[in-house]
């Protein structure tokens, strides 16, 4: 599975921002599909987590904040990020998961200004 993530950017904080995640193939032949995160200087983290069921999971940091979508004509995954603070910045990564093998995306950057 190859992914291709983009809309990464500098916004103040209170702005939001949409990240997106372009699959290779069907979305809904893949088990999962998530975003994570890694600050400078931090491990990477999971933030959020769409099934194929069409369930979602998220990091508690973000619960409320950020919401993941997906587009199946598409074959895309996006992650909408509101209310954004300084503490989200990071870079971005879109992954996905099938049939127990993780394929990762490019990150891409994410930069909260206070």
């Known amino acids: 599975v190859q992914l291709q993530a983009s809309g990464g950017g500098l916004v103040q904080a209170g702005g939001s921002l949409r990240l997106s995640c372009a699959a290779s193939?069907?979305?809904?032949?893949?088990?999962?599909m998530a975003w994570y995160r890694q600050a400078p200087g931090k491990q990477r983290e999971l933030v959020a987590i769409?099934?194929?069921?069409?369930?979602?999971d998220y990091a508690d940091s973000v619960k409320g904040r950020f919401t993941i979508s997906r587009d199946n004509a598409q074959n895309t995954v996006a992650l909408l990020m509101n209310s954004l603070k300084p503490e989200d910045t990071a870079v971005y990564y879109c992954n996905a998961l099938l049939n127990n093998e993780m394929y990762w995306g490019q990150g891409t950057l994410v930069t909260v200004s206070s």
């Open positions: 769409m099934r194929s069921s069409g369930s979602t």
């Open positions: 193939r069907s979305i809904l032949s893949i088990n999962r």
